[in-house]
């Protein structure tokens, strides 16, 4: 059974950063791209960056490019998602997701989500 | 990276079909045969309910199916069940290499 299960989340100030993982179990990590998605309180879904089964290909929302990096350790089955500089509007939920089979055949399998709030 | 349009509420009645539209552009919706639709319940994580355009996921009942004409996407729901009203996003992957949601639209059960 896929499992994704996030971590990390919590309330930091402006500026600070901040580290989210996702442990991931049930298939082959290496094998699939994966990705985060987050979501304001209220709002609808944001894609915030994608990153290949072996690491060497990423991409990312022009709102985050720069400040957040995303990174995976197939060795541990985790992914990372490192946030810089972090402002207020990035309070959100923040989601890891799989694809179904292929990168870009949606998202089948999620985490539960965790709660990253940027208040001071 | 402008998200996809989404209208912001759509309504129906039990037993009847509702059509979500999700505009785009021809770099994105226009551009691939990557369009997904999500269900998203409150406080719940989003559930893949189409994909590549109009594949649907094992265990996703047939009254959803997916469709695209041109730089426009469509989720139709047939058979309206109290259990559909949800949020629906829809998603495409773009030229740029990334994705992109549409804003959101609520679907109310009457």
Known sequence: EVQLLESGGGLVQPGESLRVSCAASGFSFSSYAMSWVRQAPGKGLEWVSTISGSGGSTNYADSVRGRFTISRDNSKNTLYVRLNSLRAEDTAVYYCARPFYHDNSGYYWWGQGTLVTVSS | ?110
């Open chain 2, 1 to 110: 990276q402008s998200a996809l349009t989404q209208p912001a509420s759509v309504s129906g009645s039990p037993g009847q079909s509702i059509t979500i539209s999700c505009t785009g552009t021809s770099s994105d919706v226009g551009a691939y045969n990557f369009v997904s639709w999500y269900q998203q319940h409150p406080g719940k994580a989003p559930k893949l309910m189409i994909y590549e355009v109009s594949n649907r996921p094992s265990g996703v009942s047939n009254r959803f199916s997916g469709s695209k004409s041109g730089n426009t996407a469509s989720l139709t729901i047939s058979g309206l069940q109290a259990e559909d009203e949800a949020d629906y996003y829809c998603s495409s992957y773009t030229s740029s290499s990334t994705r992109v949601f549409g804003g959101g639209t609520k679907l109310t059960v009457l």
